[in-house]
């Protein structure tokens, strides 16, 4: 049986609502605020257009397919030295780990308890070094090394990952074409229905 207070009108107000109303009196009132003077634009005056070089280091998403990689190359001896000027007080001399996770890893870990997180085992796709290392190392500035460098360091470590020659210069065609070692064992996490 169904309670009798379940029709009676109450005055119930759900969050949501009170989200939707909110929404809705700043778009109101962001168009009173806009309202169109004979001549004028209805824009509302926020903030400027950015300058060519403004854009110019805006930064763009680098995909697993190499699009978005920048122009540029770099060779591991010249990673090496990036590498250790700026990397291996955190992740090792040799990319083996410190405070900072290990970069060089044994492949064989991969199928036990504790799986290695070295570069050759962790990444699926060559690409996302780029990006990840671009957006985020070292901690203290990111952003802050050129595309050369940042393809120098990456030689440097597909290096001594044995993934690349040495010697080798690495672009955005090599870390395309470069088939990282266990990606075919990575899982989208969509499971089929049965």
């Known amino acids: 049986m169904v309670p009798s207070s379940m029709f009676m009108p109450e005055r119930v107000?759900?969050?949501q609502s009170r989200t939707d109303a909110l929404a809705m009196i700043c778009l109101l009132s962001g168009l009173l605020l806009c309202q169109e003077a004979p001549g004028e634009s209805i824009a509302p005056g926020l903030g400027r257009a950015p300058s060519?070089?403004?854009l110019a280091n805006v930064s763009t998403h680098i995909y697993a397919d190499g699009s978005g990689?920048?122009?540029g190359s770099g060779d591991g001896v010249q990673g090496e030295k990036i590498y250790a000027s700026r990397c291996a007080s955190c992740?090792?001399?040799?990319g083996q780990g410190g405070s900072a996770m290990e970069l060089v890893g044994d492949r064989a870990l991969l199928a036990t308890e504790f799986p290695d997180r070295?570069?050759?085992v962790y990444w699926p796709y060559a690409p996302a070094l780029f990006e990840y290392i671009k957006r985020s190392m070292p901690p203290d500035k990111p952003y802050s090394l050129s595309a050369s460098e940042l393809y120098s360091v990456i030689a440097h470590l597909l290096e001594l990952n044995g993934l690349i020659e040495s010697g080798q210069r690495v672009d955005a065609a090599v870390l395309t074409a470069?088939?990282?070692p266990n990606k075919d064992n990575f899982r989208?996490?969509?499971v089929e229905p049965e």
């Open 188 to 190: 989208s996490g969509y």
């Open 69 to 71: 990689l920048p122009p």
């Open 13 to 15: 107000i759900s969050r």
């Open 52 to 54: 060519p070089a403004e």
């Open 118 to 120: 070295g570069i050759a």
């Open 91 to 94: 992740h090792g001399g040799a």
């Open 178 to 180: 470069l088939q990282m």
